[in-house]
């Protein structure tokens, strides 16, 4: 009967998506997307693709869903510093180790960073790079903003804020630093016009002065992150059709804009200290009933994503910080692809972002 209802809430899902990208508000509710992850369904017939950073290869590579990935076939796009002619060969250390792969502008650009200290915005269509930099202390997300202008926020505890130029000249351009303890996630709303960032201990939003010249961020919002599985923050990712975000941290959970409450998807073991022990394995409480993951996780989830017809995926970590498979984010934690030694560090489903990017033109 369990698996009758999970499989009739995944097609309820399925038929929410009736046009492209023509995002039904309230899509989900976190109540729903904690329902998913507690349920045994796997998706069936999905034709989205996944984008990860891979590290082993400091690739950023997406994959076909239902192929194999040691076949070099399942591929459907790669890139790497040296497949774009405008990256000089003496930067191409600066995207060792990527670790945030997203689409922008409708899922025809990739925004990517690198742990070597590297951002760039790169075009599908023929890998040219439209811009990078060095923004260094161990970037690890980024943002594109409306104007063009582009933010990036690294561990060290920084979100830079770049006056990208109308034509890239190379990677020297100016910007002004702004503090974020263990910043690791940015994500640009167009509804509310704010840029949220994560960090280890709070979420925040800032307000963007929209000067393509002069431009400015000014915190107004601030939710911490202390007591839910949020904390020690790693990746802030929005749901498709919702005022909502995945966060992950210790454990795993959902942030309401209009709420501004949290709600638990995977329960932290206590603090990030002993999350990180790889002794510990109880560490997710899902739903209502407690439930011990069938593979043994090293850290706590690095990536969540969901598409809108309810495909949940996790990038959970089994070899330190990473892994060498992709899984769905239900309860047997089900492998969606598995390359043998590569080191993905997160995974998102390659749709366009109409929370960052706004609706389709028609």
Avoid at 264 to 293: L, V
Avoid at 328 to 353: D, S, V
């Amino acid at each position: 009967m369990k698996k009758l209802i999970a499989t009739i809430v995944f097609c309820l899902f399925a038929l929410a998506w009736n046009s492209n990208f023509a995002l039904a508000e309230n899509l989900f509710t976190p109540q729903a997307i904690v329902d998913l992850a507690n349920s045994d369904a796997v998706p069936q017939n999905v034709t989205e693709t996944i984008v990860c950073p891979e590290q082993a290869t400091s690739r950023v590579v997406i994959y076909k869903v239902g192929a194999d990935w040691n076949d070099k076939s399942s591929e459907v796009w790669s890139w790497k510093a040296s497949d774009s002619p405008e990256i000089k060969k003496e930067h191409y250390g600066w995207f060792r180790n990527p670790d945030e792969a997203k689409p922008v502008l409708g899922a025809t650009h990739l925004l990517m960073t690198a742990s070597g200290g590297g951002v760039a915005l790169v075009r599908l269509s023929d890998k040219k790079t439209l811009f990078y930099t060095r923004v260094g202390g161990n970037p690890h997300s980024a943002a594109l903003l409306p104007d063009g202008n582009i933010a990036s926020v690294s561990s060290s505890g920084v979100v830079r804020l770049y006056t990208v130029p109308e034509k890239f000249t190379g990677p020297n351009v100016p910007y002004t630093d702004y503090p974020l303890y263990g910043g690791h996630g940015l994500v640009w709303d167009v509804q509310s016009k704010l840029l949220w960032g994560l960090g280890y201990v709070e979420l925040v939003a800032y307000e963007y002065n929209f000067d393509k010249q002069n431009p400015k961020l000014t915190q107004v919002q601030s939710y911490p992150l202390r007591g839910t599985p949020a904390l020690g923050g790693h990746d802030l990712y929005p749901v498709p059709g919702s005022r909502l975000f995945l966060i992950t941290g210790n454990g795993a959970a959902i942030f309401d804009l209009e709420t501004k409450k949290f709600t638990t998807i995977w329960k932290n073991a206590g603090s990030r200290t002993e999350i990180y022990d790889t002794k510990i394995n109880d560490f997710a409480k899902m739903g209502e009933s407690d439930h011990k993951p069938v593979v043994k996780m090293t850290q706590g989830p690095k990536s969540l994503s969901l598409t809108p017809s309810g495909a949940f995926i996790v990038l959970a970590p089994t070899n330190s910080y990473h892994t060498d498979t992709i899984r769905y984010m239900n309860k047997p934690l089900t492998a969606i692809g598995t390359h043998t030694g590569a080191r993905y560090y997160k995974a998102r489903w390659w749709i366009p972002n109409t929370f960052s990017d706004g609706e389709e033109k028609k």
